[in-house]
Each structure stands twice: as C-alpha cells, then as structure tokens.
C-alpha cells in the first residue's frame, strides 16, 4: 500500500465506539487519517464543504444517531452525483435482517456488525482496510455485504 495515508472517516454518536474504533485503527499497518463526525449531518455538511479531492476514501456509518442517523445519511449520499460513489461501511451494533437489507438496497458496500473485543475490532478494521473496494468495477452481491467474523 502507498505511503499515502488512507483517508478514514468514523460517523458515530458513542464516545467509547470512537475511541475503541481509533485505538484498533492505530494498531493496523497501514497508513491512514481518520476524521470522526458525532452524526451524519456533520459528515454530509463537511462533505458539501469539501472538493472532491479531500473526499475520504472510505465511511464507517453507525446507524442508530441522533440528528441524523445512518440510513438518512447513506440515502443522501447515494443520491448526490458528487457524493455517490463514496465507500460506505455500514458499522452497527445492529443484527436485524431488516437493517442488513435496508443498508445493501440504499447501496452501502458492506455491513460491520461492530465486535465487542478489541481484537476482533482490529482484526475487523484491518481487513476492512485491507479489501479490495473496487465495486465500481465489480457487482456487489448480499453474499460479500454483509461482513461476518
């Protein structure tokens, strides 16, 4: 991977999710910058504020926010030309089928439920980061979404 720090963004409202997300992303080799946002607003504000350039190369979104939540957020970024084709990991404590296939319909790239042990976070992460995200290229299929330890 290039010397060129890989450009995280975490949307969560938790404090301690943001701080054990960081932590674990920390511990992986590679290079990366990460950027927390407490709710999705934020992160959609800061985005239209930005050029395309300083997009993050990939979105972990928590679901369950206040102001705006995961999925209203995931909406409107599938929606914008500018912001679609964004890479969004979907990054829950959720489990429900019906979040699962809500998130994979509005067109996240894959589904995290989020691990309880920090080293099963930094496995997690580390993989995540790791993955190939070329789904511009490649059909997304429910089998590859949804991502299970």
Known sequence: MSTTPLKIVLVDDDEDDRLFFADALQEIDI???????????????????????????????DLNMPVMDGFECLREIRKNPELKDLVVAIYSTSSSEKDIEETFVHGANIYIN????????????????????????????????????
Do not use: M
């Open 31 to 61: 290079a990366t910058e990460l950027t927390e946002f407490h709710n999705g607003q934020e992160l959609l504000d800061c985005l239209h504020a930005s050029d395309t350039a300083a997009y993050p190369h990939l979105i972990f979104l």
């Open 114 to 149: 989020k691990p309880n042990r920090f080293e099963e976070l930094k496995k997690t992460i580390g993989q995540v980061v790791r993955r190939n995200w070329h789904y511009h290229e490649n059909e997304t299929d429910k089998a590859n979404f949804l991502f299970r330890i």
